[in-house]
């Protein structure tokens, strides 16, 4: 009797009914979703961090897989060849933390950001990179920055907002005469 977390995808916007019925068939599952700004006030505020997916830790030869596959709103469970692919207990981990994260700093740091406000690129192929914010992307957890590589050229980024820091890094102190090293 060993329980395995599984990824097990739903039929196509059917997430938050498959998770209702996992629940309700008293099922550890657990359902990544991200709060966010919507374009539309009357649209959903909450979207889910990987659509069509949800994560269940079930002992499959005790449930088996034909129980949650035949569950309304169900299609499979994510398999490699013929198997079922169990997901590590670390990555599901990551994964919850990651979503926490982003929901703790999602729109409450965003909110105080003007367009022309300067950034820092903190992940990313351009970390390190200074910037300059333009704009949170509208229903989504990405942000517009232009930074600047080229001399008078700004490159237009569009990255996740977790990418971005607010303000400048100070520059490093000058080693200079009489500066200690």
């Not at 169990?86 to 367009?115: D, F, H, S, T, Y």
């Not at 080229?150 to 820091?165: F, N, S, T, V």
């Amino acid at each position: 009797m060993t329980h395995s977390w599984y990824c097990m995808r739903s039929k196509p916007n059917k997430e938050e009914f498959l998770y209702s019925q996992l629940l309700a068939n008293a099922i550890e599952t657990f359902y990544p979703r991200l709060r966010v700004k919507p374009v539309n006030p009357r649209s959903s505020k909450i979207r889910p961090y990987f659509p069509g997916y949800l994560f269940v830790n079930v002992d499959l030869e005790k449930i088996g897989a034909n129980t949650l596959q035949w569950m309304p709103g169900a299609l499979e469970l994510v398999h490699y060849g013929n198997e079922p692919a169990p997901v590590q207990n670390e990555l599901v981990n990551a994964i919850r933390n990651r979503v926490e994260a982003l929901n703790a700093a999602g729109a409450n740091w965003l909110a105080g950001l003007k367009a022309g406000d300067p950034v820092r690129v903190e992940a990313g192929p351009f970390a390190g990179y200074e910037a300059i914010f333009d704009v949170r992307l509208p229903g989504s957890e990405r942000v517009r920055v232009f930074l600047n590589l080229l001399g008078d050229q700004m490159l237009k980024l569009e990255l996740p907002a977790m990418h971005i820091k607010y303000g400048k890094q100070p520059a490093p102190p000058a080693m200079g005469v009489g500066s200690a090293r």
